[in-house]
């Protein structure tokens, strides 16, 4: 393995940040020092000028204060919400490969990813991403940037490679989102792009999904519902402070797991036969399909009398869309088509009376 080329135009820094509104006034500042060193030197608009425009962005990424001095131009990207970011943003020629994908992207960006390397289908080892020359590994999850997956923070810094992860998936307070609202990710696809170096893109990325979200149908009042993620002993399902609380509260579903701090929990399914929501939103992925949900629904003694399963009440969701990204106003969107195929949306005769 070689190491990492020296890169002039990227300076990743890192150190411990500080909370509390560094991020929007790093950007804020970063844009104000650029204006004027451009005033100095008397830089143009050509394309030397526009490579290093609004740089340095200095970020608060999950505790960590990352800064770039101009736009990453090899990225790695890990998970489907950083792959499917930088694609709906337009930069899918800057990601030299990707790693460890929820499942394929949607159709409007398949030719734009066809040509991305796949490094592995699960999180890939440092010496794996380093082969690729990044300048910034981008990270769906914390856990994505360890010792035994891409690397540390730190030691990728040392190497010249940047990090930056879904702020999103930050696990720590005051970082972790609490709860994860749609307010709050159009905020981070926002710094996102400007870190990405597509600040214009990310903010016609957010006013359109924001549009779309105010125009989306919602449930019938009162329509109570569970995700389900995995697991047949015990469900694992969408608690009350992540994409899916904020998902289900934007169709206007009530999750019967909302009451529980946390993003993700594992429920018994006494609770979830005692709670008997109205309908069941079942994650599909490759390795556990939707599908296979239903049949064991529908063949377990205690689940088949669910009213949801009895109706036959299932929504599904891709797994690509289960955490909060560019998929979660689609996942809205879709969710309301679904509701109302099953007469379950607000004004429907059906669903009207619950």
């Known amino acids: 393995m070689s190491p990492a080329p020296s890169r002039p135009s990227l300076r990743p820094s890192l150190r411990r940040a500080v909370p509390a509104g560094l991020a929007v006034l790093a950007l804020a500042l970063a844009g104000c020092g650029q204006s004027d060193a451009d005033a100095d030197t008397g ?14 962005v200095t970020v608060d990424n999950c505790g960590i204060e990352v800064t770039l001095d101009s736009a990453p131009e090899r990225v790695v990207a890990i998970k489907s919400t950083s792959v499917e970011l930088m694609l709906a943003l337009g930069l899918g020629d800057n990601v030299v490969a990707h790693a460890f994908p929820d499942g394929p992207v949607p159709d409007e960006w398949a030719d734009a990813a066809a040509g991305i390397t796949l490094l592995s289908e699960k999180a890939p080892s440092q010496e794996v991403v380093l082969e690729q020359e990044p300048d910034l590994v981008l990270a769906g999850w914390e856990s994505n940037l360890a010792a035994d997956t891409a690397g540390e923070r730190d030691d990728l810094a040392d190497l010249g490679v940047a990090t930056y ?10 970082y972790a989102p609490d709860p994860m609202t749609f307010g709050l990710l159009f905020d981070q696809l926002e710094e996102a792009g400007a870190v990405l170096g597509a600040p214009e893109a990310a903010a016609e990325l957010v006013a359109d999904q924001r549009a779309e979200l105010e125009g989306a149908g ?20 969408g608690g009350g402070t992540g994409a899916p609380q904020m998902v289900m509260e934007a169709v206007g579903l009530d999750n019967v797991a909302g009451d529980v701090d946390q993003a993700w929990t594992s429920l018994g399914w006494e609770s979830v036969i005692e709670a008997d929501p109205d309908v069941l939103v079942l994650v599909d992925a490759d390795w556990n399909q ?30 690509p869309a289960a955490e909060a990204g560019v998929r979660s106003v689609p996942a809205v969107l879709d969710l309301a088509d679904q509701l109302g195929a099953l007469g379950l949306l607000a004004g429907d005769g059906e669903g009207d009376d619950g």
């Open 290 to 319: 939707a599908a296979t949900k239903i049949d064991f629904l529908e063949s377990n003694a205690a689940t088949k009398e669910l009213t949801a399963v009895k109706e036959k009440r299932y929504l599904t969701v891709p797994m």
């Open 165 to 174: 992860v879904s702020p999103a998936a930050c696990q720590e307070a005051p």
């Open 43 to 56: 830089a143009s608009s050509g394309s030397a000028g526009s490579e290093t425009e609004g740089y340095p």
């Open 218 to 237: 919602r449930a019938a009042d009162g329509t109570t519902a569970l995700w389900w993620s995995s697991g047949t002993d015990t469900p694992f399902v």
